[in-house]
């Protein structure tokens, strides 16, 4: 696909010989500039590891080893959870790193979200200015990063992101002198084992996935409240065996008046809706009547009202279920 000079695609005949495609005969107006787009697939990178994310009493933490197996150097380097990021700097071929990160997320949610392209770059604002390599960078980045306001489903995993500046598609022009610059993000999205250690498990909100039942909300910052609510829906990311639930534990974190909002809980034995007194703090925990509020599957539901005369700002909304296993 061609971006022509006035703004519009057009495609341009492409010649195949063997692995090698040439596109011929394209006009370029005089010291200008055009865009060439292609699908195609490359061989992904051999990321190797032995991480795993350890279940018990404290809140869950993810450890092991990532081993970059290719034959390319991935530079700054950051492996993202749902809860924490942690910069692993650059990454040489076969060089190996030893992780211990928190999956558990901060009030205001995922590190990776949260943190603009300037500080997850290690850069000053403005900065790349200077830098095209970098200005670059920060562009792609901040188009990734960019809060999806309208998204109703969580994105929980674990990945390891790096920069590759050596070229992998080898691209150049026939019979002229070129320069090539090669700018990819590459994410590799890894599984980590789950360890079960002895005693109760504490199930923390890096644990579950979310999904919201209005668009412009999520277990983050919230402004506009609809006026029937809207419900939360957590479920854990990955199968947890217990045989009983000793306490679910709801937040959440307001800067408005308690009194303003309204925190309901489902009841999976009755099929309705229980207010639960959040009080104050905002932080409700349930312990002989847990069990009436986790699905089979550990999925847990709440619902939040706000005062539609009065405006409300829900700054966080999470749940912690703590099981016998």
Same mark, same amino acid.
């Given at each position: 696909? @061609?971006?022509?000079?006035? %703004?519009?695609?057009?495609?341009? #005949? ?23 787009? $292609? ?8 990321? /190797?590891? *032995? ?22 150097? @991935? /530079? ?7 809860? *924490?990021?942690?910069?692993? %700097? ?27 392209? =300037? *500080?997850?770059? %290690? ?8 830098? +095209?390599?970098? !200005? ?28 590759? =500046? ?7 022009? /026939? ?9 990819? @993000? ?6 980590? $084992? ?26 983050? !910052?919230?402004?506009?409240? #609809? +006026? ?13 065996? !217990? ?6 534990? &709801? ?9 303003? &909002? ?11 809706? *229980? ?19 986790? %699905? ?8 939040? /009202? ?20």
């Amino acid at each position: 696909m @061609l971006s022509n000079i006035d %703004g519009s695609l057009s495609t341009a #005949p492409i010649k195949q010989n063997g692995d090698r495609m040439s596109i011929e005969n394209v006009l370029i107006e005089s010291s200008g500039l055009k865009s060439i787009g $292609a699908d195609g697939y490359i061989q992904a990178l051999p990321i /190797k590891h *032995d991480l795993q994310i350890s279940l018990g009493r404290l809140a869950p933490v993810l450890r092991g080893t990532i081993t970059n197996a290719s034959n390319y150097t @991935l /530079k700054d380097v950051v492996l993202i959870t749902p809860g *924490d990021m942690r910069k692993i %700097g650059d990454l040489a071929p076969n060089e190996t790193y030893t992780a211990s990160v928190s999956i558990t997320p901060a009030e205001e949610g995922s590190q990776f979200r949260v943190l603009g392209a =300037d *500080d997850i770059l %290690g850069i000053q604002p403005f900065a790349p200015q200077s830098d +095209a390599a970098e !200005y670059r960078k920060n562009m792609f980045l901040r188009s990734l990063t960019s809060l999806q306001t309208t998204a109703t489903t969580g994105e929980w995993g674990i990945y390891v992101a790096g920069w590759l =500046d050596e070229i992998v598609i080898p691209i150049g022009l /026939k019979d002229k002198k070129f320069e090539t610059v090669n700018t990819m @993000l590459y994410f590799s999205n890894v599984t980590p $084992a789950i360890k079960i250690e002895a005693g109760q498990l504490k199930l923390t909100p890096g644990v579950f996935n979310w999904q919201s039942s209005e668009v412009y909300t999520s277990p983050y !910052y919230v402004s506009q409240i #609809p +006026a029937d609510g809207y419900i939360l829906k957590f479920t854990p990311a990955f199968p947890v065996k !217990y045989k009983s639930i000793a306490s679910l534990t &709801i937040n959440v974190a307001s800067s408005s008046p308690s009194q303003y &909002i309204q925190v309901d809980a489902w009841n999976f034995n009755m099929h309705s809706w *229980d207010t639960v007194d959040n009080g104050s703090s905002g932080i409700t925990t349930i312990s002989e009547t847990a069990h009436f509020y986790a %699905g089979p599957s550990g999925e847990v539901q709440i619902r939040i /009202k706000g005062d539609q005369n009065q405006y409300v700002q829900i700054n966080s909304a999470n749940i912690t279920l703590v099981v016998e296993p």
